[in-house]
């Protein structure tokens, strides 16, 4: 099994450096359902333990999305989604300084920028990280 995790984000303020005046927050009932028609993702029926979340914040609005597909169909999964380029793998972890504008912690995750042999790409709608 492999750890697929798609998010998607208005911008890159980081949540610690939003104005101290207008609080983001974590919106209550978000779905994984929801989420992917907001990302127009459709979450392949063999996925598991998917899990899902919306920031609103102050500046930008965050969705993310994380689920476990086979391993086997991660590449035809991520071909769908017509990437920008091809995935890649990134060996070594990104800075730890990184503060993430939506943390996948919210959902139980690890940040894929923290981990290592991460394949990843861009897409118009969303950033695609694969673990595993």
Same mark, same amino acid.
Request: charged share 20%; hydrophobic share 35%.
């Given at each position: 099994?492999?750890?697929?995790? %798609?998010?998607? +984000? ?5 949540? /610690?450096? #939003? +104005? +101290? ?11 994984? =359902?929801?989420?992917?028609? /907001? ?31 086979? %391993? ?15 995935? #890649? ?26 981990? /290592?042999?991460?394949? =990843? %790409?861009?897409?118009?709608? /969303?950033?695609?990280? +694969? %673990?595993?």
């Amino acid at each position: 099994m492999i750890g697929l995790v %798609t998010g998607c +984000s208005g911008g890159g303020t980081p949540v /610690a450096d #939003r +104005s +101290s005046g207008q609080m983001s927050h974590w919106v209550e009932g978000a779905t994984v =359902e929801s989420v992917a028609t /907001a990302l127009r993702v459709q979450v392949p029926g063999t996925a598991s333990e998917s899990k899902a979340a919306r920031l609103d914040g102050f500046q930008d609005d965050s969705l993310i999305m994380t689920f476990v597909l086979p %391993t086997g169909e991660v590449d035809g999964f991520v071909a769908g989604l017509k990437p920008e380029q091809p995935l #890649r793998l990134r060996e070594q972890p990104l800075a730890a300084s990184t503060n993430p504008s939506a943390p996948f912690s919210h959902l139980g995750s690890a940040e894929p920028d923290l981990l /290592a042999g991460v394949r =990843e %790409t861009q897409v118009s709608r /969303a950033r695609v990280n +694969s %673990t595993g």
